[in-house]
């Protein structure tokens, strides 16, 4: 059994998470590449692909399907999308991520969308407000985020009409 086919039924992720993650992890064993040229702050080359980043979309796959709740940060009394960040940045990464999506976004360092990675993040403006929603990448235009309106932690693609009107920012925690 390969190492996708042991997550895949470890985790019991539908054919179509699976083929997520196996373009993740088909990414991840590529050569990292050259550093990236930060000019300001934002990052305008390709990283190289990032451990904790591939931990952080993995860990996201699997709360697939965990319920809503307006200020949730925790899958058992359900999640927001802010919640939901944290808390998989912190049980996968290791890292203190706490507030909004605008506190999210304002702690991160911004890149260029083109050039995200599994893990890295990405911003939206759902509500007529700056960085009001907040998804975390898994490669190939796909995002896990918790919107209110399906009540449900999903998968949706940056493509998806909704999403690209409203796309704000691509940003980063990752070297």
């Known amino acids: 059994m390969n190492c996708l086919q042991k997550v895949s039924q470890e985790m019991r ?3 179509l998470f ?23 702050r934002t990052i305008t080359q ?35 999308c802010s919640g939901m960040v944290s808390f998989i940045y912190g049980q996968a990464a290791g890292l203190k991520v706490t507030g909004s999506a605008a506190d999210i976004a304002r702690g991160s ?14 911003f939206f403006n759902t509500r007529n ?5 907040v998804g975390i990448y898994l490669g190939d235009s796909r995002f896990v985020h918790a919107p209110a309106t399906s009540g449900r932690v999903r998968i949706d ?11 704000e920012a691509a940003r980063t925690f990752f070297d």
């Open 46 to 80: 390709p990283l190289p692909v990032s451990e904790k980043g591939n931990e952080v979309a993995l860990y996201a796959l699997g709360l697939i399907d965990t319920g809503y709740r307006f200020g949730g940060r925790n899958p058992e009394a359900g999640l927001d």
């Open 109 to 122: 360092r911004p890149i260029e969308p083109e050039f995200l990675r599994p893990g890295d993040l990405v």
């Open 157 to 167: 693609r940056l493509s998806d009409r909704y999403y690209a009107q409203r796309f």
């Open 13 to 15: 992720l539908p054919a």
């Open 129 to 133: 407000q700056p960085y009001s929603h």
């Open 18 to 40: 699976a083929v997520t993650l196996a373009v993740a992890l088909a990414t991840a064993c590529g050569s990292p590449g050259p550093r990236p040229v930060a000019f300001g």
